[in-house]
């Protein structure tokens, strides 16, 4: 079963694509070779395995890879970003070493930039929440850049560990000016629950490439959440593999992409074990000339992953003329022995008809257009749990509607 389909949604500058592969070799939109099963996904620690992107791979068709060079160099030892954390008096925090047993046991890099991570950092961050903890207060890992940051390249290495039947909330805040190829590695053992928040709140300019590598134990839950607003190019790529039965994993994220950003967020999900969920809902808005959003959806079942239930879905809103969302959901299926299996993507405008109706009601269009917004986005924000952080995003996205308003004037 092979779909790919292609939606214009205007005739000059705006534009979307939703592609969808569920087989062996089936090919992509876009003129681009077949890809390969995702289970023949090659991964290494060493960066000469990887070439240097010409954005003609399909992990890069959609990146700007000019923006890039630098990072792809490997030579990331600039200025990184500080990094400050607020925790619990019983979860560990520590500063460690390269040479650290514990660092790369979750999974190996998967591209090219992941690799130059992984080579260039010098020391890493390992906050683990130890076994049976219940957070009193969320984790708060603030990663702060400013103008040394943005001057060069840097690496960054995160080992975030929940322990046996823990319960916790880590958020990870991006703010700042920064050049950062960083690594987040997610352990979450048997039986513990784990939400990871990572916001990118960055400021104009700001590159960011991050590979989130998860690996989920027995009856273990990690509930992922990716949060983009700022920066200039802004990647994020969540892996998550199950080692055991009876695991969950939902991912959520929301973007808010301006003129001139690239914001890209690739996901994978390894279902090698039988009688696991997974869960990918991912909602973004655009707007602007040159507004550019990437979410890509892979989910593989393999044939030992009897009894899997998952679902992915993606859905984009365009604002403005002049911005483009490319969404790409992947289905591979290795066993016909499944709880249920599906994705959906949707690219569109604004609802001429809701839009009528709130009008219809007295309302003014500006508000009526906040409203739809709002309501678009305030499903996902409600399940971040932190309020916070929370009443901080809908300030930002206030911020980005005034911006259209203005701009509309």
Same mark, same amino acid.
């Given at each position: 079963?092979? +779909?790919?389909?292609?939606?214009?949604?205007?005739?000059?500058?705006?534009?979307?694509?939703?592609?969808?592969?569920?087989?062996?070799?089936?090919?992509?939109?876009?003129?681009?070779?077949?890809? +390969?099963?995702?289970?023949?996904?090659?991964?290494?620690?060493?960066?000469?395995?990887?070439?240097?992107?010409?954005?003609?791979?399909? !992990?890069?068709?959609?990146?700007?890879? !000019?923006?890039?060079?630098?990072?792809?160099?490997?030579?990331?030892?600039?200025?990184?970003? &500080?990094?400050?954390?607020?925790?619990?008096?019983?979860?560990?925090?520590?500063?460690?070493?390269?040479?650290?047993?514990?660092?790369?046991? &979750?999974?190996?890099?998967?591209?090219?930039? +992941?690799?130059?991570?992984?080579?260039?950092?010098?020391?890493?961050?390992?906050?683990?929440?130890?076994?049976?903890?219940?957070?009193?207060?969320?984790?708060?890992?603030?990663?702060?850049? !400013?103008?040394?940051?943005?001057?060069?390249?840097?690496?960054?290495?995160?080992?975030?560990?929940?322990?046996? %039947?823990?319960?916790?909330?880590?958020?990870?805040?991006?703010?700042?000016?920064?050049?950062?190829?960083?690594?987040?590695?997610?352990?979450?053992?048997?039986?513990?629950?784990?939400?990871?928040?990572?916001?990118?709140?960055?400021?104009?300019?700001?590159?960011?490439?991050?590979?989130?590598?998860?690996?989920?134990?027995?009856?273990?839950?990690?509930?992922?959440? &990716?949060?983009? %607003?700022?920066?200039?190019? &802004?990647?994020?790529?969540?892996?998550?593999?199950?080692?055991?039965?009876?695991?969950?994993?939902?991912?959520?994220?929301?973007?808010?992409?301006?003129?001139?950003?690239?914001?890209?967020?690739?996901?994978?999900?390894?279902? +090698?074990?039988?009688?696991?969920?997974?869960?990918?809902?991912?909602?973004?808005?655009?707007?602007?000339?040159?507004?550019?959003?990437?979410?890509?959806?892979?989910?593989?079942?393999?044939?030992?992953?009897? *009894?899997?239930?998952?679902?992915?879905?993606?859905?984009?809103?365009?604002?403005?003329?002049?911005?483009?969302?490319?969404?790409?959901?992947?289905?591979?299926?290795?066993? *016909?022995?499944?709880?249920?299996?599906?994705?959906?993507?949707?690219?569109?405008?604004?609802? !001429?008809?809701?839009?009528?109706?709130?009008?219809?009601?007295?309302?003014?269009?500006?508000?009526?257009?906040?409203?739809?917004?709002?309501?678009?986005?305030?499903?996902?924000?409600?399940?971040?749990?932190?309020?916070?952080?929370?009443?901080?995003?809908?300030?930002?996205?206030?911020?980005?509607?005034?911006?259209?308003?203005?701009?509309?004037?």
């Amino acid at each position: 079963m092979t +779909a790919a389909t292609t939606q214009n949604l205007s005739t000059d500058h705006s534009r979307a694509t939703a592609d969808a592969a569920h087989t062996h070799g089936d090919s992509h939109g876009g003129g681009t070779a077949p890809e +390969a099963s995702r289970a023949d996904r090659a991964t290494s620690f060493v960066l000469a395995d990887f070439p240097v992107p010409t954005g003609r791979e399909e !992990d890069w068709r959609f990146s700007p890879v !000019d923006r890039l060079q630098k990072i792809f160099a490997g030579e990331l030892h600039g200025t990184g970003p &500080v990094v400050t954390v607020e925790a619990d008096d019983d979860v560990r925090v520590e500063r460690v070493g390269r040479d650290d047993e514990r660092l790369g046991k &979750v999974g190996a890099p998967g591209d090219r930039a +992941a690799a130059a991570a992984w080579e260039s950092f010098g020391e890493a961050l390992v906050v683990t929440a130890p076994k049976n903890h219940v957070d009193v207060r969320h984790t708060m890992i603030s990663v702060n850049g !400013d103008a040394a940051a943005a001057e060069e390249p840097s690496a960054q290495h995160i080992l975030l560990v929940a322990e046996q %039947f823990s319960e916790s909330l880590v958020v990870l805040d991006h703010r700042g000016a920064a050049q950062l190829s960083q690594t987040v590695e997610i352990d979450v053992r048997d039986g513990a629950s784990l939400t990871v928040v990572s916001v990118q709140d960055w400021a104009d300019g700001a590159v960011h490439l991050s590979s989130h590598r998860a690996k989920v134990g027995r009856d273990a839950r990690l509930k992922h959440i &990716v949060v983009t %607003f700022g920066g200039d190019v &802004v990647r994020i790529t969540p892996d998550a593999a199950f080692t055991a039965p009876g695991g969950d994993v939902e991912l959520l994220g929301l973007y808010f992409t301006d003129a001139g950003q690239h914001q890209e967020h690739r996901l994978f999900v390894d279902h +090698a074990v039988e009688k696991c969920k997974s869960r990918a809902t991912y909602k973004g808005a655009l707007q602007g000339e040159g507004a550019h959003s990437v979410w890509v959806g892979d989910v593989l079942i393999r044939k030992e992953a009897e *009894g899997t239930d998952t679902y992915e879905l993606n859905r984009n809103l365009v604002l403005t003329e002049g911005a483009r969302a490319d969404s790409v959901p992947n289905l591979e299926i290795e066993t *016909g022995e499944i709880e249920g299996a599906g994705h959906a993507s949707a690219t569109g405008r604004f609802d !001429d008809e809701q839009l009528f109706y709130l009008r219809s009601r007295g309302i003014p269009e500006a508000d009526a257009r906040r409203l739809v917004v709002r309501g678009f986005f305030a499903e996902l924000i409600n399940q971040i749990g932190v309020p916070l952080v929370q009443e901080r995003l809908m300030a930002a996205i206030e911020a980005e509607l005034d911006r259209t308003m203005e701009a509309a004037r």
